[in-house]
């Protein structure tokens, strides 16, 4: 993961104060600065990074009666503290109930991986023995019913869709009623997107939301693009009621943090990261162990 060189450089930050025989005010900026030039370098949103910068410098300046030893132990601990609020939220994930029909939709932008995630998300539950169905009602694309069959298929998962249908809606309700009547523990409907966000886009959203009335609203982001996450996320949330959000995409040379302000942008958790185009290339996300991992 690119984010990679994000840990590492905020190791060495952590390293140089370990290393420094005083820890004065000047030490720490230094070192808070560091660390806010990777963030900013790994494209996490500007404000966040003031925020978080600001919050350690407090909390350290609050307690600055702790001795040398312990000052470094509190500066790692403030960072390591603000960088899992950066990830996380209070707001929990929708928790899937077995033996309960729930429906999930997935949005995004065309290209955002979404299609590919629907089938991950299928195959990750398929395989703890959810029964787990796909509707395509993305219309928009030529070939996503192609695509997503292809994907369903080789995942051995059921799907529905329609070549001669051109209404998204009416797909994503005759779809959902039919695996609701064979009675699917998970339904996931997939949804069309377009190369930019524009009014088309989410009116079928939402009229797709109203017919399927989903339990939760999963928002697919594509970590490549950077800055431009965090206003892509909002535009979205402020349309659906976006619950969950996936980041695609992780592999690459996207610097990915741009896509973790999706968290503030949304007011929604990250559920999973999307790791490769295989479809077991998925990780479920955990705001707390994603933070060690990256600090190795
Ligand atoms: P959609 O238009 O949003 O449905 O996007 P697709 O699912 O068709 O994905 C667009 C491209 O991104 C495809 O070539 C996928 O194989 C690729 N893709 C999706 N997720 C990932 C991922 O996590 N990592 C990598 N490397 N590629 C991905």
């Known amino acids: 993961m690119v984010l990679g060189e994000l840990g590492q450089r905020i190791t060495a930050s952590f390293r140089r104060l370990n290393q420094a025989p005083i820890i004065d005010d000047d030490l720490l900026d230094e070192v808070l600065k560091e660390i806010a030039a990777a963030l900013l370098h790994a494209d996490v949103n500007v404000r966040y990074v003031s925020e978080l910068r600001s919050n350690v410098k407090k909390r350290v300046l609050l307690e600055s009666d702790a001795s040398g030893v312990n000052k470094r132990k509190l500066i790692q601990k403030a960072v390591v503290e603000e960088l899992v609020r950066l990830v996380s939220t209070d707001r929990k994930p929708y928790k899937l109930e077995k033996g309960k029909c729930n429906i999930i939709m997935f949005v995004g932008l065309q290209g955002s991986g979404k299609t590919t995630t629907c089938t991950k998300y299928a195959h990750h539950y398929n395989r703890k023995g959810w029964k787990t169905a796909l509707v395509c009602a993305d219309t928009f694309r030529a070939g ?50 377009r190369h930019k966000q524009e009014a088309a886009l989410f009116d079928e959203m939402q009229q797709v939301a109203e017919v399927v009335a989903p339990n939760d609203i999963i928002f697919i982001m594509d970590s490549h693009i950077g800055q431009a996450c965090f206003d892509q996320a909002k535009a979205f949330r402020e349309v659906v009621d976006i619950g969950s959000v996936i980041i695609t995409k992780l592999d690459g040379h996207a610097k990915g943090g741009g896509a973790l302000s999706a968290v503030s942008a949304t007011n929604s958790p990250i559920i999973f990261l999307g790791t490769g185009e295989h479809f077991d290339e998925f990780q479920p996300f955990d705001a707390q162990s994603f933070v060690s991992r990256l600090l190795g």
């Open 144 to 193: 996503a019913f192609d695509q997503l069959k292809q994907n369903a298929s080789k995942v051995r998962i059921p799907f529905y869709g329609d070549y001669n249908e051109t209404d998204p809606v009416k797909i994503a309700e005759e779809g959902v009623e039919l695996f609701k009547k064979e009675k699917y523990d998970l339904i996931i409907v997939d949804t069309s997107g």
